[in-house]
């Protein structure tokens, strides 16, 4: 998962909640646009990237 700098989100229960579930997480760096969440979720669903792998 990637996620936002947020400080909720950058909690050791929140990391272990996603990590158990099977996933990782990164977190993105503050106010960059290159890291924009939704423009980088828009860039995934172009490639169609499910995977590490296919990044």
Same mark, same amino acid.
């Given at each position: 998962?990637?996620?936002?700098?947020? #400080?909720?989100?950058?909690?050791?229960?929140?990391?272990?909640?996603?990590?158990v579930?099977?996933?990782?997480?990164?977190?993105? #760096?503050?106010?960059?646009?290159?890291?924009?969440?939704?423009?980088?979720?828009?860039?995934?669903?172009?490639v169609?990237?499910?995977?590490?792998?296919?990044?």
């Amino acid at each position: 998962m990637v996620l936002n700098n947020l #400080t909720a989100r950058k909690s050791a229960t929140v990391r272990i909640a996603i990590e158990v579930r099977g996933a990782s997480v990164l977190l993105s #760096t503050p106010c960059s646009p290159d890291y924009n969440l939704l423009k980088f979720k828009s860039r995934l669903r172009k490639v169609e990237a499910r995977t590490v792998e296919t990044l």
